[in-house]
């Protein structure tokens, strides 16, 4: 038996880190944290100076908790010492503290010792076993009071929330204050006032080629703004603001002679950008992969626990993916400054190394996201990783070694040309030395206009050289609101507010999502109608100053304080609490308050006729209740209508239901605004809205009977596509599915297998008596015997390459027909031509 026990988080991890140490050692997963606050109740003694009550984590489908536990136990017996390998950040230390309490034996009490690495190689894991550490109790407090703060934020509002509102809800400390930067940035963006101005550009030709082009620079005295309208226009800055002024600029500009007033060129100089850090690493992934920081997360994870490379095994071959630190070990330095004297050559290399700071509250006892062995390149790792996994590793990567290469250097040229009261001004640049741009260039999320012209090439011009004009142009522009935030944006505004931390992006986007406050299009954030209700009600009914960014940033730089050792954990919470339930008191009146509120308007119900419907507020907004009838209808039409108009091809209206022929009214649901029929209940008929603005066309009728009632079937469009059902639902629900003329072999059924659609889309086939047989395909059933087993029928495959037909009982038989390549499309035959 080993005479150590080896403790990490993951199976993956256990496997890499067992190859680096001797028979000695055991190495075993706790598969994450195995303590946690109970699922149900407060678990936190707020009288008790916050005393939380933690609990062995209950068993779920995924995961057997208790026997894992029970093994780590009587493995923890067995041995004479406990190493406690955690992933070397807070919620590492947590975890090792709580595998402390339960695992560690007392009597006889045995050594526990807490090992760190931030990479997963032999060199790194031997150092770490020779200098154990005991556990940091300072960075167990941090995380205990982010748990604690989580927990009564979470506890104490989500409940009022879901009384004011209704459905399920929940507010969080850092999500709700993310949810308000996206809800405040749509409100920029529709309160944005559009300013117009124009620019004018001279194209010119001198003594050489080519021909380029000139923007207006000043009017006499004057700069032409074409920035900044947020700020007042100053007596030194002119704005082209109609056709008719620039018109008349024009006009004049083309009377004139134009003359090379001044060339400058001066060299510039273009510096790497440092090793990745977690927030920078989840932007450049989402903006040069398109990964979302969740999925990029789960992959940085596997490429740090390990990643089987042939003969060599599992290897870690990045660094830990959960850093706010700029740093490089000094070995690692000199690793890849050999590698890149070797491979790009001397002129490409630094004299010394380069380092770069971090920001002023970064953990430095971790390093820069980097590979560990920058000798395996992408390439020589290309077969043994999946797509993603290259895709991000190389990214990594080049970044990496591009932080220790030489900068770029540019010749940049300016022109200024005068013509009579007006200068133009032409720039462009030329490359000199690519250095670290060899490898790599950091993404960017909006790319300015002026970037394009910095990068072209200018003709040799001389000063007081006359040039040709060959056109003078004025071109209209309008002022952009500021852009919705992408995840990229939304996690570099969060990091640069100091909301949250890197580790915890992921489940901010993730949580946000999931709650249906916001939706993305066009890979952009949009708030839900159920989003800004949340967010509004949150922020009128009490708590402003918690769920905004200045206070949250206040509380993340409380919790550095904490693992530094410089605040008591029960302190920072004792100092938050004592605001924070007052704020619980104001927003217990408000919720009461607007519940019962009813303004009256001058609506007059669709339903009844009867005038004088009030205003309430519901789960997706404001809305229009009739006291006589109780119909309801959306308060905000034209908010609600911009769906509609999203087309560019104006609003759509229905008139009147196809059913009943009662009006159709606008509302809001679950998934955005719609249709429905001022008859519900009695009439249940609804129009979709999609997402790019359209109404759903009404059913179609078709030439054919409802097997149930006799009624006519109609075809409809619905959340996955086109169906065919009765005309009478709701009242009857019979859907017609697609058939494939294939028994279900499932003894007993004698059902049939149909057509299906998952959520996402993707066509399956299933037995049409689910949920009484979960018989289910991918591939398409064939209503053909099996030549080897007699099975009555196949599944046919079809790829790129051909169609192939297997044995429906693959692990049975294991029948694989030939590849039958797909036949090109004939061509007609041409017509001779006399």
């Known amino acids: ?47 008790n100076n916050f005393e939380p009550s933690y609990e062995i984590i209950p068993d779920s489908k995924k995961r057997n908790n208790k026997k894992i536990v029970a093994d780590l136990k009587k493995t923890a017996k067995e041995v004479d010492a406990i190493y406690l390998a955690a992933d070397p950040d807070r919620e590492g230390e947590a975890i090792c503290q709580h595998l402390a309490e339960e695992i560690v034996p007392k009597k006889p009490a045995k050594p526990a010792f807490r090992v760190m690495f931030n990479e997963i190689t032999k060199r790194a894991v031997q150092e770490a076993f020779e200098h154990p550490k005991p556990i940091d109790e300072n960075l167990v407090d941090a995380q205990q009071a982010r748990r604690i703060l989580d927990r009564l934020v979470g506890y104490k509002v989500s409940p009022l929330l879901c009384r004011t509102i209704g459905g399920r809800l929940s507010a969080g400390r850092v999500q709700s204050v993310a949810l308000r930067m996206v809800v405040e940035r749509e409100r920029e963006i529709e309160a944005f006032v559009k300013t117009e101005y124009w620019t004018i550009a001279a ?26 309208f947020d700020q007042d226009l100053k007596k030194s800055e002119i704005l082209i603001g109609n056709d008719a002024q620039a018109n008349d600029i024009v006009a004049e500009a083309k009377q004139q002679t134009f003359v090379v007033d001044e060339v400058t060129t001066k060299e510039r100089k ?52 959960r850093t706010d630190s700029t740093r490089v070990s000094e070995a690692a330095l000199g690793e890849v400054r050999g590698f890149i004297d070797q491979q790009y050559g001397a002129n490409y290399l630094p ?52 932080s220790q290469m030489m900068p770029a250097l540019f010749d940049q040229t300016t022109i200024d040309i005068t013509a009579g009261r007006f200068v133009f001004r032409a720039t462009g640049s030329v490359q000199k030395f690519d250095g670290f ?33 060959n056109k003078i142009d004025p071109e209209q522009h309008f002022t952009e609101p500021p852009p919705r935030y992408t995840e990229a944006t939304l996690v570099k505004a969060l990091e640069e507010k100091g909301i949250g931390r890197p580790s915890t992006y992921a489940a901010i986007m993730t949580t946000i999502q999931d709650r249906e406050y916001v939706e993305k299009k066009e890979s952009r954030f949009h708030p839900t109608a159920l989003g800004k209700t949340v967010n509004d009600v949150l922020i009128e009914g009490g708590f402003d100053d918690l769920f905004n960014e200045t206070y949250t940033a206040r509380m993340e730089e409380e919790l550095d304080e904490i693992e530094e050792g410089k605040l008591k954990w029960t302190d920072a919470l004792s100092e938050f609490y004592d605001k924070f339930k007052d704020d619980l008191a104001k927003f217990t009146k408000y919720s009461k308050d607007i519940k019962e509120k009813e303004t009256p308007t001058d609506e007059v119900c669709l339903k009844c006729n009867t005038p004088g419907m009030v205003q309430k507020l519901g789960r997706f907004g404001k809305y229009l209740k009739c006291n006589n009838c109780g119909a309801t209808r959306d308060a905000e039409p034209a908010a609600a209508a911009e769906a509609t108009s999203a087309s560019g091809d104006g609003e759509e209206e229905i008139e009147a239901c196809e059913l009943c022929g009662k009006q159709m009214q606008l509302k809001r649901g679950r998934f955005g605004p719609f249709y429905g029929c001022s008859g519900y ?33 109609v075809r409809r469009q619905g959340r996955f596509g086109e169906f065919i059902s009765c005309s009478n639902y709701p009242k009857c629900k019979y859907i017609k599915q697609e058939t494939t003329g294939v028994k279900c072999s499932r003894p007993g059924c004698g059902g049939e297998i149909v057509v299906k659609k998952s959520r996402r889309g993707k066509i399956f086939y299933g037995c049409a008596n689910y949920p009484k047989c979960d018989t289910v395909f991918w591939d398409k059933p064939v209503e053909e015997k099996c030549p080897q087993c007699g099975k009555s029928f196949m599944l046919e495959k079809t790829t790129k390459k051909g169609t192939t037909k297997y044995c429906s009982d693959a692990e049975g038989c294991g029948y694989k027909s030939e590849l039958m390549p797909i036949s090109p499309p004939q061509q007609p035959p041409q017509e001779k031509r006399a």
């Open 351 to 402: 004299e010394k190394a380069v380092h770069y700071r971090s920001k002023k509250d970064a953990q430095d006892a971790h390093e820069a996201i980097r590979p560990t062995d920058v000798t395996h390149t992408p390439d020589s790792l290309a077969k043994y990783l999946k797509p993603e996994e290259l895709k991000l590793y190389r990214l990594i990567w080049q970044r990496y070694v591009a």
């Open 203 to 228: 194209n010119l030709t001198g003594n050489e080629p080519p021909a380029f082009d000139a923007r207006l620079l000043k009017v006499g005295e004057q700069t032409v703004k074409t920035s900044g």
């Open 681 to 713: 209940p009695e009439c249940k008929n609804i129009r979709k809205i999609s997402k790019s603005g359209r109404i759903t066309a009404p059913p179609v009728p078709i030439d054919e009977n409802c097997p149930v009632d006799g009624a006519q079937l």
């Open 437 to 469: 741009l060899k490898i790599y260039q950091e993404g960017r999320d909006e790319k300015p206009a002026e970037d394009e012209e910095d990068e072209r090439t200018l003709p040799r011009v001389a000063k007081g050289e006359t040039l040709a004009l």
């Open 270 to 321: 273009r510096n790497p950008v440092p090793p990745f850090i977690t927030s920078k690493l989840q932007q450049e992934a989402s903006r040069k992969l398109s990964f979302p920081v969740k999925r990029t997360m789960l992959i940085a994870q596997h490429l740090y626990e390990g990643v089987e490379i042939g003969a060599e095994g599992s290897v870690g071959l990045i660094t830990y993916m």
């Open 1 to 47: 038996m080993a005479k150590n026990l080896v403790i990490v988080e993951s199976p993956a991890k256990a496997k890499t880190i067992n190859k680096y140490l001797g028979k000695d050692f055991v190495v075993k997963a706790s598969i994450g944290h195995i303590k946690d606050l109970p699922s149900k109740g407060l678990g936190v003694d707020v009288q």
